[in-house]
């Protein structure tokens, strides 16, 4: 038996591990799974960029607002004192210009003088308050203030009106547009 058993362990070979299987050899569900992972990473992406977008041009709009509303509170500020009066319509001339330039079309706007500049404010009234840009007082010192030395005491009482038409221009115009 001894013999036998010689024999026996002498046919034995080697024990041999198998090869390690392939990492692509994983079952099924394994491979589901990162297949729902990387669609959900791509639609992850697909979404944060237009989510990005909307929250990038809210942040504008809001910066604009703010930036809109210090200036005129400024110029607000500035018309308490009747001394600043061609101070303050150059101001306003220049804020109103601006918004206009920065919320219209900024080549049609930025040609527009004197009667013309006039009446494009008054065409993005919805509905025209009075007194409004087309009030005769308001019209000429909107026109002429700003290129004047001194307002005469008439002149520095509209001063007050002009600020108060163009607070509610702007109000109107960035509500609607910003």
């Not at 099924?28 to 990162?34: A, E, H, N």
């Not at 977008?53 to 308490?80: D, G, S, T, W």
């Not at 804020?95 to 040609?111: N, P």
């Not at 527009?112 to 840009?133: C, H, K, M, R, Y």
Request: hydrophobic share 50%; net charge negative.
């Amino acid at each position: 038996m001894a013999a036998l058993d010689a024999a026996a362990l002498q046919q034995l070979r080697d024990m041999h591990m198998p090869e390690p299987e392939a990492w692509w050899h994983l079952p099924w569900g394994v491979w589901l799974l990162v297949l729902l992972f990387v669609l959900l990473l791509l639609a992850g992406l697909a979404l944060w960029r237009p989510m990005l977008r909307r929250y990038r041009k809210k942040q504008h709009r809001k910066q604009l607002k703010q930036a809109i509303e210090q200036e005129m509170l400024a110029i607000e500020a500035l018309a308490v004192d009747a001394a600043h009066g061609v101070d303050i319509m150059g101001k306003l001339s220049v804020l109103l210009r601006r918004v206009a330039m920065t919320l219209f079309d900024a080549e049609h706007v930025e040609g527009l003088i004197g009667q013309d500049w006039i009446d494009f404010l008054q065409a993005q009234w919805v509905e025209t308050p009075q007194p409004s840009f087309a009030t005769p007082e308001v019209r000429a010192l909107m026109l002429y203030a700003a290129y004047r030395q001194t307002l005469d005491e008439a002149e520095v009482n509209t001063v007050q009106t002009c600020v108060h038409v163009s607070r509610q221009w702007l109000d109107e115009v960035v509500a609607r547009y910003v």
